[in-house]
Nanobody, 124 residues
Framework: QVRLVESGGGLVQAGGSLRLSCAAS????????MGWFRQAPGKEREFVAA????????YYVDSVKGRFTISRDNAKNTVYLQMNSLKPEDTAVYYC?????????????????WGQGTQVTVSS
């Protein structure tokens, strides 16, 4: 079984920054791709970013390119999402997810385990 625990969410003003962390346990973290998704009230959960097992490949939704950076530290079993230049439309619950394969994917149903989420609120 895999356990994913997100942290780092909070309230920030537009233009500010936050760094989300997701700590994994229960599996060989370094073998698997990781993703970040978000869900705003009344909307479906959407892809934000993904990273391959080695960190060599990363993918982003167009709306966060140039502002968000996904990274991982396999020694710490942790994946990060650095979020800069935050906008009110980034407000959502952010979830990390683990895919039982090494290559990253954008589709929600490609991921096998999910965290409980962390709230990010960006005020205007």
């Amino acid at each position: 079984q895999v356990r994913l625990v997100e942290s780092g969410g909070g309230l920030v003003q537009a233009g500010g920054s936050l760094r989300l962390s997701c700590a994994a346990s229960g599996r060989t973290f370094s073998s698997y791709a990781m993703g970040w998704f978000r869900q705003a009230p009344g909307k479906e959960r959407e892809f934000v970013a993904a990273i391959s097992w080695s960190g060599g490949s990363t993918y982003y939704v167009d709306s966060v390119k140039g502002r968000f950076t996904i990274s991982r530290d396999n020694a710490k079993n942790t994946v990060y999402l650095q979020m800069n230049s935050l906008k009110p439309e980034d407000t959502a619950v952010y979830y990390c997810a683990l895919r039982l394969a090494g290559s990253a994917r954008r589709a929600r149903d490609e991921y096998d385990y999910w965290g409980q989420g962390t709230q990010v609120t960006v005020s205007s």
